[in-house]
Structures are given as structure tokens and as C-alpha cells.
């Protein structure tokens, strides 16, 4: 009989267990088990592959040359474990195969869609994980697209008040500047005007200067009777005969 002690089997590490998901029950037996088997705590206790059954079945399965060229019958034979039917030996190898499948199908670049093989409830197990991760990934995908789409409109309404503002500065400077040009018209407008004004009152001015200079001249003439030459000229004589007399009084 082919025994192999906890030591060996503890060498070996298999995070997972596998546990018979179809009947198979040992409840009612006589038959002898060994020490490897683990029942479960049903009502209908089921085998249980732990991880020591199972790296004992590897091992047979290898020997043999592989599970496409291993059967039920000589896997149990080369196990020889006691309480391990064929029934039991033949769904874990199914499984066992199935496994060796989808692992390929998973490291198979060319093949990125085979993520779980498996059957019984096994495979309602894992065909829900994937589905949950499916849902999942969809829900992350829609989350993210909202996600951009409020990024993107809370961008654009950002844009569009910095727009407002701008368009309301700009009309506000148009406003000013439009004072500022009507302030300007205006003032060269007043201006004109008074240069016309003034224009006209130095041309005023001007005229009224030349009458009343020409008036004046015209006037103090008439007013005033001037002496003809001869007329200054026996003046003139008359003086230096005065001081001449006067001289010769004076001297006598």
C-alpha cells in the first residue's frame, strides 16, 4: 500500500482545497479510510481533497505520465488510499484536467477570455466572480466616464464665466472710452467756438481802434490851428530882437 507520511506531504504547499462538489458520501460504510481522508460536517458527509489528498493524487498523476493519460482506475491504484473511490477519482480528474486547461487558456496570450473552467457548482461560483467582476469593471468605467464628463462641464462653466467677465470688462472699457471721446468733441467743439469768438472780437477790436485812431487825428487837427511857416519864422525874429535890446540895456 502506498503510504506517504505528513513530513513529505507538509514539504509540498497547495493554497487551495478541493473538495468533492457531487455525492460521493461516506455516511453508512464500513469500509476502511485513511488517515489522509477528510469528511465534511454535512448531513451527508462529502470528501474533502485537502491539500495532502490532493498533492498525493499529483504525485500518482504524474507518475502515470500526465492527467490526459492517467485513468480513474490506476490513479486509485497508485494513490492506494482506502475509503477513495473511482466516483470520487473520476470527478477530481475531470477537475483536474479542466484546471490544466484553463491554465493554459489564461497564460495563452492569444487567448485572453478563458478565465475560469470548471463545473457543478463550481462552475455557477466562478462564472458569478466573473460576472461580478465584469459588473464591476463596468461600474468603474461608468463612474470614471461621469467623473470626466463633470470635470469637463465644470471646465466649460469655468470658461464661460471667465468669458462673462471678460465681455463685461470690455463693454465697460468701451463705455469709458466712449465718454472720454464725446468729452473730447466736446471740448474741441467749445474750443472752436471761442476761437471764433475771440476771432472775431480782435478782428472787432481791431476796426474800432482804427476808427477811433483815425476819428481822433481827424478831429484834434480841425480843433487846432496851426502856424504857417512864415507866420513862425517872424516869430522867430521877433525873439532875437527882444533879447537883443534887453542885451544892449543891460550893457548901458
Same mark, same amino acid.
Given at each position: 500500500?502506498?503510504?506517504?507520511?505528513?513530513?513529505?506531504?507538509?514539504?509540498?504547499?497547495?493554497?487551495?482545497?478541493?473538495?468533492?462538489?457531487?455525492?460521493?458520501?461516506?455516511?453508512?460504510?464500513?469500509?476502511?479510510?485513511?488517515?489522509?481522508?477528510?469528511?465534511?460536517?454535512? $448531513?451527508? $458527509?462529502?470528501?474533502?481533497?485537502?491539500?495532502?489528498?490532493?498533492?498525493?493524487?499529483?504525485?500518482?498523476?504524474?507518475?502515470?505520465?500526465?492527467?490526459?493519460?492517467?485513468?480513474?482506475?490506476?490513479?486509485?491504484?497508485?494513490? =492506494?488510499?482506502?475509503?477513495?473511490?473511482?466516483?470520487?477519482?473520476?470527478?477530481?480528474?475531470?477537475?483536474?484536467?479542466?484546471?490544466?486547461?484553463?491554465?493554459?487558456?489564461?497564460?495563452? $496570450?492569444?487567448?485572453?477570455?478563458?478565465?475560469?473552467?470548471?463545473?457543478?457548482? =463550481?462552475?455557477?461560483?466562478?462564472?458569478?466572480?466573473?460576472?461580478?467582476?465584469?459588473?464591476?469593471?463596468?461600474?468603474?468605467?461608468?463612474?470614471?466616464?461621469?467623473?470626466?464628463?463633470?470635470?469637463?462641464?465644470?471646465?466649460?462653466?469655468?470658461?464661460?464665466?471667465?468669458?462673462?467677465?471678460?465681455?463685461?470688462?470690455?463693454?465697460?472699457? =468701451?463705455?469709458?472710452?466712449?465718454?472720454?471721446?464725446?468729452?473730447?468733441?466736446?471740448?474741441?467743439?467749445?474750443?472752436?467756438?471761442?476761437?471764433?469768438?475771440?476771432?472775431?472780437?480782435?478782428?472787432?477790436?481791431?476796426?474800432?481802434?482804427?476808427?477811433?485812431?483815425?476819428?481822433?487825428?481827424?478831429?484834434?487837427?480841425?480843433?487846432?490851428?496851426?502856424?504857417?511857416?512864415?507866420?513862425?519864422?517872424?516869430?522867430?525874429?521877433?525873439?532875437?530882437?527882444?533879447?537883443?535890446?534887453?542885451?544892449?540895456?543891460?550893457?548901458?
Amino acid at each position: 500500500m502506498y503510504q506517504v507520511s505528513n513530513s513529505s506531504i507538509s514539504s509540498h504547499e497547495k493554497p487551495q482545497s478541493f473538495e468533492d462538489s457531487q455525492g460521493g458520501s461516506l455516511e453508512g460504510t464500513s469500509l476502511p479510510v485513511d488517515a489522509c481522508l477528510v469528511l465534511t460536517t454535512d $448531513p451527508k $458527509p462529502r470528501l474533502r481533497w485537502t491539500a495532502e489528498l490532493h498533492e498525493r493524487f499529483v504525485d500518482a498523476v504524474t507518475q502515470l505520465g500526465g492527467p490526459d493519460k492517467a485513468t480513474p482506475k490506476t490513479i486509485m491504484r497508485a494513490m =492506494g488510499v482506502k475509503g477513495l473511490t473511482l466516483y470520487h477519482l473520476k470527478s477530481h480528474l475531470q477537475k483536474y484536467r479542466l484546471g490544466k486547461q484553463s491554465f493554459k487558456e489564461l497564460t495563452d $496570450p492569444s487567448n485572453k477570455d478563458a478565465s475560469c473552467l470548471s463545473e457543478g457548482p =463550481g462552475a455557477s461560483t466562478c462564472s458569478s466572480s466573473k460576472m461580478m467582476n465584469q459588473d464591476m469593471n463596468e461600474s468603474f468605467q461608468i463612474t470614471e466616464a461621469l467623473r470626466i464628463q463633470m470635470e469637463v462641464q465644470r471646465r466649460l462653466h469655468e470658461q464661460l464665466e471667465v468669458q462673462r467677465h471678460l465681455q463685461l470688462r470690455l463693454e465697460a472699457q =468701451g463705455k469709458y472710452l466712449q465718454s472720454i471721446l464725446e468729452k473730447a468733441c466736446q471740448a474741441l467743439a467749445d474750443q472752436t467756438i471761442a476761437s471764433a469768438g475771440l476771432e472775431a472780437a480782435r478782428q472787432e477790436l481791431s476796426e474800432l481802434a482804427t476808427k477811433v485812431s483815425n476819428g481822433c487825428l481827424s478831429s484834434h487837427c480841425d480843433a487846432v490851428n496851426l502856424p504857417s511857416l512864415p507866420e513862425i519864422h517872424a516869430i522867430h525874429v521877433d525873439e532875437n530882437t527882444y533879447h537883443q535890446q534887453t542885451q544892449l540895456t543891460d550893457c548901458s
